[in-house]
C-alpha cells in the first residue's frame, strides 16, 4: 500500500502562488494514477486534479482549469500541485491520494492533508 504525505501549504494573499508535494512511499507509485483533493470547512471533500500513472494525461475541476497545475516526478515518487492566482475560495485542507482508474474513480491511499488558506 502507498503511502502518502503533503507539505507545501500555507498562509498567502490571493493572487499568490504555492506549490504543494506529496511524497509517497511503496513501489507501485510510477505506476498509479495520482490525485489532489481539497476540502473547505462545511463542505464535501471536492476534486482538484489528477494525473496518469505516465504523466502524458491530466484532468482538472473547472474551479482550477488555468490556475493550477499538477505534474510528477515518478524517479522521486512525488506529485506536485502548483497554484497560481490564489483566491480565496480556495482555502481548504489539499489531500493527494492514489486513484484506481485514471482520472477520478475508486481512491485507495489517502494522506494526512495540509492547510493552505488564501486571504483577501
Known amino acids: 500500500q502507498v503511502q502518502l504525505v503533503e507539505s507545501g501549504g500555507g498562509l498567502v494573499q490571493a493572487g499568490g502562488s504555492l506549490r504543494l508535494s506529496c511524497a509517497a512511499s511503496?513501489?507501485?507509485?510510477?505506476?498509479?494514477?495520482m490525485a489532489w483533493l481539497r476540502q473547505a470547512p462545511g463542505k464535501e471533500r471536492e476534486f482538484v486534479a489528477s494525473?496518469?500513472?505516465?504523466?502524458?494525461?491530466?484532468v482538472y475541476a473547472d474551479s482550477v482549469k488555468g490556475r493550477f497545475t499538477i505534474s510528477r516526478l515518478n524517479a522521486e515518487n512525488t506529485v506536485y500541485l502548483q497554484m497560481t492566482n490564489l483566491e480565496p475560495e480556495d482555502t481548504a485542507v489539499y489531500y493527494c491520494a492514489t486513484v484506481r482508474r485514471f482520472p477520478s474513480t475508486g481512491f485507495g491511499s489517502w494522506g494526512q492533508g495540509t492547510q493552505v488558506t488564501v486571504s483577501s
Open positions: 494525473i496518469s500513472w505516465s504523466g502524458l494525461s491530466t
Open positions: 511503496g513501489r507501485t507509485f510510477s505506476s498509479t494514477t
